[in-house]
Every structure is written in structure tokens, then in C-alpha cells.
């Protein structure tokens, strides 16, 4: 029979042992809270945001800041300009057609500049004498996004050849254009926005 003693030193004991167990529960439960927060359904933290210091490259519209997403550009802040690299040709020069856009807006925009929805067409009075689409090969799209006030031009030029375009002679010879001192007109469009002037030039030569 155990004496009073003996009891009291395995109660002792006992509660010893309950305390290093509550202890290894709490850890464990600690543990499970970092490893899986409360409401995580997956274990897994969130992407951290941002840093708050960050400055974004252009000024959100309402539109961005609720979706998030960059919108098209539009008519009204698009300004598209045909460009060539000289006034005047003389014999033998080929003129050097380029173009740039300009996002006017004050927020930023997406547009496709790509060469698919690049046309060159020159004329002179009424009269059509060369189009960039007529015998067009590999067209290829290419989108960017325009910052307010960025401005972008086409990277290489297209060197027209002075002759009349048209699609039926795309592999074949096509007559020249008149060249003593008559003036050409370039209008220029990019996904279907229209340059606001034509650039003019002179062919003397």
C-alpha cells in the first residue's frame, strides 16, 4: 500500500508532466498558426503588393484603376503624322516615308503600330499614284502601350520607288511617276486613325 508520501511525490510527478505537455501543445499550435494563418485556404501567403514608394510610369484613369488594364487609344488622343526625310527629290532620289503617333491624352494607351495597320498612300491633286497596301508582304502586327505625351515613329522607312502602285502589277514593271517638279502629297494612317495634315514634297528631277 502506498504511504502518504510516495502519493504526493507521483502527483508531483503527474502535474510535471500535464505542464510539459501543455507547453508542447502550445508550440505546436503556434507553429500551425504561422504555417496557416487563420481563413488561408490554400497554406499558401498571398503575393505581396507593391511597394507604396513606387511610382507608376503614367497616371491611371478611372477605367485602369478598376479593371486594372490599359485602354485602347482613341480618335481623340491619337495624333498620327506622315513624315518623308526631304523637301524636294532629284534624279535618282527615293523618297524616305516614315510616320510617328503621338498619345495627346492624359493617360496611357494601347494601339497597334505594327506594320499591319500601317498605310502610306501618296497622291497628287486627285489622282491615287501609290499605296503602301497594294502589294504589301508579311505584314506584321506589333502593340504598345503610348504614355501620355510619348511619341513613337515607324523604325524603318519605306523607300518608294516613284512609280504608280496598283495590285495587279505587284510582279511585274510599273510606269513612273511624273518627275519634273510636280508635287506629292503623303497621308499616312495607323489603325485606322488618319494623319491630320499630308506631308508634301517635290519631285524635280
Known amino acids: 500500500m502506498a504511504t502518504r508520501e510516495t502519493r504526493e511525490k507521483r502527483s508531483v510527478y503527474v502535474r510535471r508532466r500535464l505542464l510539459v505537455l501543455a507547453g508542447l501543445l502550445a508550440v505546436i499550435a503556434i507553429i500551425v498558426l504561422v504555417i496557416w494563418k487563420p481563413g488561408s485556404t490554400s497554406g499558401f501567403e498571398p503575393t505581396p503588393k507593391a511597394s507604396a514608394s513606387a511610382k507608376p510610369s503614367a497616371t491611371p484613369s478611372p477605367t485602369e484603376e478598376a479593371t486594372g488594364e490599359v485602354t485602347d487609344c482613341s480618335e481623340k488622343n491619337v495624333l498620327v503624322e506622315a513624315m518623308t ?14 510616320l510617328q503617333i503621338t498619345n495627346t491624352g ?94 508634301q514634297f517635290m519631285i524635280t528631277g
Open 85 to 98: 526625310d526631304q523637301g524636294s527629290y532629284g534624279a535618282n532620289e527615293l523618297p524616305q516615308l516614315s
Open 106 to 199: 492624359k493617360n496611357a494607351c494601347s494601339i497597334n503600330v505594327g506594320t499591319s495597320q500601317q498605310v502610306f498612300t501618296i497622291t497628287s491633286g486627285t489622282d491615287v499614284y501609290w499605296t503602301s497596301t497594294d502589294c504589301q508582304v508579311e505584314p506584321a502586327d506589333a502593340v504598345v502601350q503610348l504614355e501620355p505625351g510619348q511619341t513613337v515613329a515607324s523604325s524603318t522607312p519605306i523607300a518608294w520607288d516613284r512609280t504608280r502602285s496598283s495590285t495587279t502589277t505587284c510582279d511585274g514593271e510599273r510606269p513612273p511617276v511624273p518627275s519634273d517638279g510636280v508635287s506629292y502629297h503623303l497621308a499616312t494612317s495607323v489603325a485606322g486613325f488618319e494623319s491630320a495634315e499630308t506631308k
